[in-house]
């Protein structure tokens, strides 16, 4: 938790993130350690883990592509779990709307990379569960 917790050491992702290169194929992004070590730090509250190991595969991502769309999606969800966290509910309701908006088109696109709509709205109420009680 920035600011209330230890951070994790400079460097720490750099070997799953570095793995992660532009070219590669959506089918190739959804089966990077980030992309699935992303997974395992939100699905255990480590939401600003969570962003920084698929920041890499977003940049990575074809650009206004429907899995581009999708990174984005999961992204400010991450985020909007740590804000609500920290008590920032005002934050955390407007990346909840910028991240329904990104993963509707994203579904309506087709994304997949192993999501599927129950997943993500599974993920959304994990992140609205969240309070600073959590800590």
């Not at 939100?42 to 939401?47: C, D, L, Q, R, V």
């Not at 994304?111 to 709509?117: E, K, N, Q, R």
Request: one cysteine or more; a negative charge.
């Amino acid at each position: 938790m920035p600011g209330q917790t230890p951070r994790h050491p400079d460097g720490a992702f750099d070997e799953l993130r570095g793995a992660v290169h532009d070219g590669m194929s959506t089918a190739e992004l959804a089966r990077t350690d980030a992309w699935l070590a992303g997974w395992q730090c939100f699905e255990t509250g480590f939401y600003w883990e969570a962003h920084e190991l698929w920041e890499p595969v977003w940049m990575a991502a074809p650009p206004n592509s429907a899995e581009a769309q999708l990174l984005r999606g999961v992204i400010a969800l991450a985020n909007a779990g740590l804000k609500r966290r920290m008590g920032r509910d005002r934050a955390a309701a407007r990346l909840d709307r910028a991240a329904e908006a990104f993963l509707t088109d994203a579904m309506q696109r087709g994304a997949a990379m192993g999501l599927d709509a129950a997943r993500l709205r599974s993920m959304q109420a994990q992140v609205r569960r969240e309070s600073i009680d959590a800590i």
